[in-house]
């Protein structure tokens, strides 16, 4: 089967969050199930210069945007066996950083054209354009709705899939005719309008053949009005083309018997993972004791985190506990503020790491006991998955993808790979916290829960098979 990706973003030419790291990864797990996977994504002046001046210009094709005819220069880079076309437009994609400008309409109006203009020129004809995201919206409505007569594209079907609903790429309702030639027959409730606007993160979803989610608790509450942010109707309307399947991680880079960033390397819960532990706490400042337990946050600082509940009662944790606290991650100054004064009350057991860093995110997977997500709501989450491959316990709030990889700890039966709660509240989160603190001074069943962290499968494989399932599912709609 000959599959495209299209996609805003991914590992390893630009990262901003978890599809990146999607992209960068599932494509390599089904050309293991024997399919022709390439990915198409721009071409930003932000990615580096090695793999900007080692990809090839293979094509040139001219893009039509509303009235304008664009250029678009069709660059190659192979990564790891897979073919990477990083479409070629200075006046969209020759600036820094990926989303946030004006003209993102515009930008991602082009991009979505210029992946299907692109097809006959590169020896390569999908059976599945796989669209990721509002960016790539639109594919499916402007290959239903202009190219599928043609014969060249009369037998693709496309596969979009849902990372974050919140983000839906709304822009205003001149833009169906002015960027993309299409009149007002798709402008409607059962079409792209949103709310007097149009929406390509709908349009994907209206037109796709198949549509997943990142997770199946997350197909299930973009369901309902409080996760559905306007769209929970058409969601439910969806019955069997929507599904849910959880990403995996990449268990060759995130390896803690293998990863370059680390002070010591581990395959279990040996001393050679104390070794990490220490080696962090005399690197953020922490004093060195095996003995505490370090809780970490690797998080953007944005209020979906559940950052509103660690602020609540962080202090008491820290003033009535023997734990150490780590957190590592940037966003909004609110919350940068607030950790950097937590850290000063707190000197000697907070370390607030306001900025990233790949190589101290993968210590603090290595170093530390447990990982804190009290997220809002969650598509998926790529952090527990690697704290469990690294051996932090998470301790997570069961909603979307948390809830469909983290299980809580069973001292009855040796059960569980962490530690959930399910109410938004603080005090339920502290109680949580406090159960796993009480376990890990209790080395027979934090050895337990270790193990059964250490030893899951977080692969893309099984994954890739359910993908594979759906995209067998839309060549037959």
Known sequence: ?????????ANPFIKTGGLADVIGALPAALKKEKCDVRVVMPNYNSISEPIRNQATLVDVVQVQVGWRSQYCGIKQFKQDGITFYLLDNEYYFGRDGVYGYGDDGERFAFFCRAVLDMLPVIDFQPDIIHAHDWHT????????????????????????TIHNLLYQGIFPYSTLWSLFGLDDRYFHAGGVEYYGNISYMKAGIVFADRVTTVSPTYAEEIKMPYYGYGLDGLLRSLGG????IVNGIDTKSYNPATDPYLQTHYRSATNKRLENKAALQEELGLPVRADVPIVAMVTRLVESKGLDL?????????????????????????YEDWFRGAAYRHPERLAAEIRFSEGVARRIYAGTDMFLMPSQ???????????????????????????????????????GNGFTFNSYNAHDMLYTIRRAVSFYQ???????VMKNAMTGDYSWQTSAR????????????
């Open 241 to 244: 083309r929507l599904r849910g």
């Open 377 to 415: 709501f969650e598509p998926c989450g790529i952090s527990q998955l690697l704290a469990l491959r690294y051996g932090s316990i998470p301790i997570v709030r069961e909603t979307g993808g948390l809830n469909d990889t983290v299980q809580s700890y069973n001292e009855m039966t040796g059960e």
């Open 466 to 477: 359910e993908y594979l399932d759906v995209y067998r599912e839309a060549q037959m709609s």
């Open 1 to 9: 089967m000959n599959i495209l990706f299209a996609a805003a973003e």
């Open 310 to 334: 660690v602020m609540r009662v962080l202090d008491e944790l820290l003033y009535y506990n023997d734990v150490q606290f780590v957190l590592l991650g940037t966003g909004e100054a609110m």
């Open 137 to 160: 919206g639109m594919i499916p409505l402007l290959l239903k709705a202009q190219y599928q007569s043609l014969p060249f594209y009369s037998n693709i079907r496309t596969v979009f």
């Open 442 to 448: 209790q080395p027979k069943h934090w050895k337990q």
